[in-house]
């Protein structure tokens, strides 16, 4: 796995950040916050990039949620001298499942994600800041997220950084000690766990992925390179495949001359 | 000669206010006895043009054009755009503009097209390396990719260039323990025309970013014979100047005598010969 400078890191996605709130004309950033290592990260580029005052951290518990979470969560907005709000979204939650049953236990996590999502666009507009994502590149490529869900934002800031690169990263920008050793944890129910859901440590995931991708190894290549069962190459790059409806904006059915996302091509950042 | 290179951030689609940054840095340079400003490629426009191109392309008659040939009356300058010289043909285009006039232009000839890179599907590819001559200097100029082709420099040298100027929208990329793959290669080719072909060499690349592309700067100038000697930082905008002299060329040449003894007809046979050979 390739290591990172932390510091070259962190001089790009400040200035990414506020390059892109500036261009939007938006007065700040809003983002959620887990408690999670990958929001913490993305929570100290923006006020970096945008100083404590330019961003809003939103801490969104369901009931099930860890307690610890919401903590960490607000330790480090206050570390970091940002406004933080903590909006309890059981209730709404609840009052959906209480008339369709949440089976499988997978729909409760869709739910509470698009939930969020709900609210951070919503207070975006309110406050008229600019939603900034917290994904990271091993979950981009293997498709751990919920479509429209935590997945839905204006822009990525650390969706090509490995989590074992944001590990380094977080390190780099003084992230609490207590949210860097807890295990990565989507936290929708209690005891679970990214690596126990993936069924793989991050460590060898992110290996494996960029043996793949950054490097273009075949799995063949990667199983003889990391001496690694075939069967558990197989399985990531099947997740891989499986998952790029996540990463591409849904095709539209081409009839005319010039079909938007086809032959009408402009970057979303025009600045006219 | 003094030179002043312009690192800058050209916003996508909104030509009068990049041409605003181009009067107000012209302007500025001739107040301060510069002869020569140079901005990066497509400074004009912006970069990833897509549609864009066909609506913002410059044509010799295009308004943007007349002021930049009325900019260059105060102090030569070298930019790039979008050009329809031909209706219907875009060019990914350096534009040199000097006395009120365009003095040279060179059409990019390497259109990257892999990757990230879309620009075949957007530009006609030009089709020489010319030199031209201002303030005395022979200068051949350069676009990002040409850079990495050793032959496009040679092919300057050939023709007895003492400057060469390459402009550029090189995005970053390749991270490492040691920050970006991408900044190596412009430097290691900077170093080897200074070192080799024994020109002066200034490299102009931009800033800022295009949705997920960074462009870093670190816009640079190589001595003919001296290697690199001045950086402009990386991420940020910046203007570096410099001053270069004919003299220095000459001693360079003497020093290593590579243009003396240099054989390019040996070099155009085997050429010839090993095409012919392989493609048999």
Known sequence: ?272 | MKIRAVQFSPRLGDVPANLATHRHHVEEASRAGVELVVFPELAISGYHLMDLAEELALTPMSPEFAELASLSKATALITGAPFEATPGRITNSALCFADGELRHRHDKVQLPNFGMFQETMIFAPGTSFRTFLLGGFRIGILVCREILFPIFPYLYSLQRADLVVAISNSPHRGLGPEGFASTGLWETMGTTCSLFFCQHFLFVNRTGFEEGLGFPGGSFFARAGQGIETRAPQLDEATIDVELSLDEVRRARLAGNYLRDENPELALREIQRILHERDR
Not at chain 1, 21 to 47: C, F, N, P
Not at chain 1, 126 to 147: D, M
């Open chain 1, 1 to 272: 796995m390739n290591e990172i400078d932390s510091a070259t890191v962190t001089a790009v996605l400040t200035r990414f950040i506020a390059d892109a709130v500036a261009k939007t004309g938006h007065r700040g950033a809003i983002l959620g916050v887990s408690g999670g290592l990958d929001s913490a990260v993305v929570l100290a580029l923006a006020a970096r990039a945008l100083g404590p005052a330019g961003v809003t951290a939103l801490l969104l518990p369901y009931r099930m949620s860890a307690p610890e979470s919401a903590r960490h969560g607000r330790n480090l907005c206050q570390q970091l001298g940002v406004e933080c709000h903590e909006i309890d979204i059981s209730p709404q939650i609840d009052a959906y499942f209480a008339r369709f049953p949440a089976e499988p236990r997978m729909l409760l996590g869709n739910k509470c994600a698009r939930e969020r999502m709900s609210i951070l666009y919503d207070h975006s507009v309110r406050r008229q800041a600019l939603v900034i994502g917290t994904s990271n590149k091993s979950e981009l490529l293997v498709g751990y997220s919920t479509l429209f869900g935590d997945s839905a934002a204006a822009i990525q800031p650390i969706g090509d950084l490995y989590k074992t690169q944001v590990f380094s990263l977080a390190l780099h920008l003084g992230i609490p000690a207590e949210i860097i050793a807890k295990q990565p944890s989507a936290d929708l129910w209690p005891g679970q766990t990214d690596e126990g859901e993936l069924g793989i440590t991050y460590r060898e995931l992110d290996e494996i992925l960029f043996q793949l991708v950054d490097r273009r190894l075949s799995p063949a290549q990667v199983v003889a390179l990391l001496d690694l069962p075939a069967e558990r190459v197989a399985r990531v790059r099947q997740r891989i495949v499986r998952s790029q409806y996540k990463r591409t904006m849904p095709p539209v059915a081409k009839l005319s001359n010039r079909t938007v996302g086809l032959d009408f091509r402009y970057l979303r950042d025009l600045a006219r």
